[in-house]
């Protein structure tokens, strides 16, 4: 049998098949310490280690050395092991898909994962970005922050094409506007698509009080009323343009159905700046309603 040594990292010796059985059973598969997922990068990676080619194994001990190291991104054909670190606030990196790497994630380390991060006015669809159906430009470096940053695209995170092997336990979307979080609504997770997380039959806490079981919805989905591109849309009512009232919306490029829909630099992020239902359109004050520079999705591993 071949022992695995770490050269020069001070490691002992373990039998390669069981050190491999500890860190991960296979593509995809829970029991192990890591999670393989083939064609994938993180992009910024803290240190690079150069190992022998195939030594997948000896990469994903390394990053075991890091408490904050959350992934490793290894190059079966170079053997170049590239380590990554939770930021502050356990912020991660961007991954991109790169079909040269494969990603190994460590389970137990990462716990919140950004999956989503959109930009409003890049004239890019949100709901066709998420689904996959629209690959967006490449995201800046920036993207990773929800701060009003040079970021002009929609990233979004290759690992939901895996959504039905990832643990996730929560499903929190945010809105953020100069860099500050204006809204949160948090949905249960397990034994969700891609596509069904976001209903209220779901939802877990929201910082709208008023989002609660006593409370009408005529639409509550990411898909929303499509002739009108108005995606992940959380409404109330529709008492004719005037009087539509709700939470939150997505408003989409090229179509719209009424003149609170009708605006420039779409995709839009609107919602209620108060802690109930609005109406969209101007109302007694004018600032019932606010936009958003950014909207993120992030999942919760548990």
Not at 18 to 38: C, D, I, K, M, V
Not at 167 to 182: A, F, H, N, T
Request: glycine share 8%; net charge neutral; aromatic share 14%.
């Amino acid at each position: 049998m071949d022992w695995l040594t770490m050269r020069g990292m001070g490691w002992w010796r373990l039998p390669w098949l069981w050190t491999a059985f500890f860190l991960f059973s296979g593509a995809h598969q829970r029991e192990g310490l890591f999670t393989r997922y083939p064609g994938m990068r993180v992009r910024t990676p803290h240190l690079t280690v150069r190992l022998s080619p195939g030594q997948a194994t000896a990469c994903c001990l390394t990053c075991v050395q890091y408490d904050s190291c959350y992934g490793a991104n290894f190059h079966e054909e170079d053997g170049v092991c590239e380590i990554s670190l939770l930021g502050v606030g356990g912020r991660t990196e961007l991954v991109d898909a790169n079909q040269s790497w494969n990603l190994y994630i460590r389970r137990n380390v990462l716990q919140r994962e950004l999956v989503l991060r959109a930009t409003a006015g890049s004239g890019v669809s949100v709901k066709d970005t998420w689904l996959g159906t629209t690959v967006p430009p490449p995201a800046q470096d920036t993207c990773v922050s929800m701060e009003t940053t040079s970021c002009m695209t929609h990233y979004r995170n290759p690992i939901v094409n895996h959504w039905n092997q990832l643990p996730i336990s929560q499903v929190i979307l945010e809105l953020y506007k100069r860099g500050l979080k204006v809204a949160s609504v948090t949905f249960d997770g397990r034994g969700t698509s891609i596509s069904d997380w976001f209903s209220f039959s779901r939802l877990l806490n929201s910082s709208w009080g008023s989002m609660n079981s006593s409370a009408t919805y005529n639409y509550f989905s990411i898909d929303g009323h499509a002739n009108c591109a108005r995606f992940f849309f959380i409404n109330q009512n529709y008492w004719g343009c005037p009087l539509d009232a709700g939470w939150m919306v997505v408003l989409d490029p090229h179509h719209y159905c009424c003149t609170w829909d009708n605006l420039p630099n779409k995709p839009v992020f609107l919602y209620s700046s108060l802690d109930v239902a609005v109406t969209y359109e101007s109302g007694i004050l004018g600032t019932e309603k606010d936009f958003a520079d950014v909207m993120a999705i992030f999942l919760l591993y548990g």
